[in-house]
């Protein structure tokens, strides 16, 4: 039977005897739970193990070696290591232990001692010189104000002296500190760009009112506008309509730069700049943009992350970046299978870790990455072989996912409830035959992953039963063509987020009335027990308008207002949907940000100012990447207040 030990190292300790005794034990307490494959705690009441401890990670003969019959119970597990064989490792390198159990091969990867080991180096100190008592003056033996200056200078300084160390006659002396020069400044110019100067007496420095404006002139008609850098003057625009706004959205390509390239996905980096990860020439690319708008031209970074190309499509497809724990970008996406790119700084330009992390054939489209409550990656995609829907955990400790834990979430099984947008029945409703296309992941309230994806035909919400999603998982269908015999399919672009009320809400495309879906689920895990109440569907008001809402991307405001970013095929437009409730049933504002065949491939996320910004793909034989950076909460094109 083959075992695994899931979480190890829970206490590492040494026992050290006192100085007095002979010898001192050299002893390792270690503590394991040990799991069949399948994830069930193992109980034995005697289990002979191997422990090898090693100098390297991986290779190399064994320093140490002992056998123990061990006793499990409900999977627990305590050995004292050094007992049947002597410890007698100096402890001043890095170790790592390795565990077999029975006749099992070694389990991998092995872990490193921590550092109360090397402690055992400590046993040397027993033979060092002692002082005697009456060598040693404690601080309650001196008296409150019995030192005085006489025992540090030669003589009692005088009032308002200090005392000095004067390092020619290694003694404190007595000496009287210089009177401050002061000073008083005579003159105070001011350069290009303020008045007010010199002042030699009194006066005031203000602003030159020529620098209200550009240093240079603008032509009669012009307007000045803001770059990101700089003022500079510019042909006014004519507002499409709410005659005397401001247009208040940044629309444009990346730092006054073409970036062709294609499946963009963005996230907000620790120092406040937008990430993007992108696919362009059978590679992963990032840019690093070099203000929160990702319009300034100078110090935009662009880099090369991964050359190779993949299986079915280039290295780099079907992005998902997040930033880790330590403020770095992590990548998820497709090429020869499934992929994570590390980055080594936030703008991924050096010392990057590419980690194949599932190397079966045709697998690792659709990924969709978030950080776990532990610190660790979590990844969901689509295993085109097997039409499943698979979750790679990355272990917390694991710079680039080398050591992860690979599961099929779900295989394509029948999953009920059946529901519409109208009410649920509670027969099992098939999958369509392309189980965990369209996937979305996000942490629920609970700490635990929740997935949304298409299964060919239907949407489901798979939410994970433990932080590997290997047990206890509940796949849900949250609305399926079947309920009301409409076979057109439901449930593709989909995109989770998590509610301020713990809630998720996914936004999706409904191929039935080829128009933008949501679905708030109204239990944490989407799950289904009455006819109705179990889900809230809305989406935008015009339902009249057909094949709009595919890529759609969804996050949640700073008001806690869900904000929808996705491609109106109809009118080649990237639209922006703002609801104004938790679940997107009441009135939803929709604003045409980009009308010039944008929209497609989109990928949403808040700034640090609270405020939404979007990358996208604008054109179709040379697709080039775009940032939106909404100037309102909803992306308003023309906005004012009254």
């Not at 009441?45 to 061990?70: D, K, R």
């Not at 780099?316 to 090429?335: A, E, M, N, Q, R």
């Not at 099984?413 to 519409?420: E, F, I, S, V």
Request: charged share 10%; net charge neutral.
């Amino acid at each position: 039977m083959k075992l695994r030990v899931l979480s190890v190292l829970v206490a590492v300790a040494l026992l050290f005897a006192s100085l007095a005794q002979a010898q001192i034990p050299r002893t390792i307490s270690y503590q394991g739970y040990l799991t069949s494959t399948n994830g069930a705690a193992t109980s034995s009441a005697t289990l002979p193990m191997l422990f090898n401890i090693y100098s390297g990670l991986t290779g190399g003969a064994a320093l140490h070696s002992e056998t123990q019959n061990v006793t499990v119970s409900n999977g627990i597990f305590n050995v004292l290591l050094g007992t049947s064989t002597a410890l007698i490792l100096p402890f001043d390198a890095p170790y790592y232990l390795g565990v077999t159990v029975g006749t099992d091969a070694e389990m991998a990867p092995r872990r490193p001692l921590a550092a109360s080991p090397y402690a055992i180096r400590a046993a040397t100190a027993s033979s060092a010189d002692t002082l005697a008592a009456s060598a040693i003056v404690p601080g309650a033996q001196i008296a409150d104000a019995s030192v005085s200056a006489a025992k540090l200078a030669a003589s009692s300084c005088t009032d308002g002296q200090v005392l000095q160390y004067n390092a020619s006659s290694t003694a404190w002396v007595c000496t009287t500190l210089a009177a401050s020069s002061g000073g008083t400044v005579t003159n105070i110019n001011t350069g290009p760009g303020l008045a007010g100067g010199p002042i030699t007496s009194s006066g005031t420095v203000s602003l030159a009112s020529s620098q209200l404006l550009p240093t240079t002139t603008c032509a009669s008609g012009q307007i000045v506008k803001w770059n990101g850098s700089a003022w500079f003057c510019a042909a006014a625009g004519s507002p499409a309509f709410n005659a005397g706004a401001t247009q208040v959205n940044a629309i444009g390509i990346i730092g006054s730069q073409d970036i062709p390239g294609d499946f963009p996905s963005i996230a907000v980096g620790a120092d406040g700049l937008p990430v993007i990860a992108y696919m362009y020439g059978a590679s992963l690319r990032v840019v690093k943009c070099a203000n929160a708008a990702c319009s300034r031209p100078s110090g935009v970074v662009n880099t090369l992350v991964d050359a190779n190309g993949g299986y079915y499509s280039n290295s780099g497809s079907y992005t998902s970046i997040t930033i880790g724990t330590d403020g770095l970008p992590v990548i998820s996406y497709s090429g020869s299978g499934l992929r994570v790119a590390k980055c080594g700084d936030p703008a991924c330009s050096a010392n990057n870790v590419v980690t194949i992390v599932d190397a079966t054939v045709g697998v690792g489209q659709y990924s969709s990455i978030v950080i776990g409550a532990d610190g660790g990656p979590v990844i969901a995609y689509f295993d085109a072989a097997n039409k499943a829907l698979k979750v790679v955990k990355c272990y917390s400790y694991s710079k680039a996912c080398e050591f992860r834990s690979i599961v099929t979430v779900d295989a394509g099984a029948d999953a009920g409830p059946n529901c519409n947008s109208y009410m649920c029945t509670f027969a099992s409703v098939p999958s369509g035959g392309q189980t965990g296309q369209y996937t979305s992941i996000a942490i629920g309230s609970d700490g635990l992953p929740i997935i949304s994806y298409f299964d060919g035909a239907n949407l489901r919400v798979a939410k994970c039963g433990n932080v590997l999603c290997s047990a206890s998982n509940i796949i849900s269908t949250v609305d399926s063509s079947f309920a009301d015999n409409n076979k057109a399919y439901r449930g593709t672009y989909s995109s989770i987020s998590i509610g301020s009320d713990g809630l998720p809400i996914i936004s999706y495309y409904n191929s039935a009335y080829t128009f933008l879906s949501t679905v708030k689920c109204l239990s944490a895990n989407c799950t289904c027990t009455t006819a109705n109440g179990c889900y809230s569907y809305g989406g935008p008001p015009n339902f009249s308008a057909s094949n709009i809402g595919q890529y759609s991307s969804i996050a949640m405001g700073t008001d806690g207002l869900p904000i929808i970013a996705y491609y109106n095929a109809t009118n080649l437009a990237l639209n922006i949907a703002r609801c104004s409730t938790a679940d997107c049933s009441g009135s939803i504002s929709v604003n045409a940000v980009d009308t010039g065949n944008g929209g497609r491939n989109t990928s949403i996320t808040i700034g640090t100012d609270g405020l939404p910004i979007i990358a996208y793909v604008t054109g179709t034989t040379a697709p080039i990447i775009r940032v939106v950076k909404c100037g309102n909460a909803a992306c308003t094109p023309y906005y004012r207040r009254r």
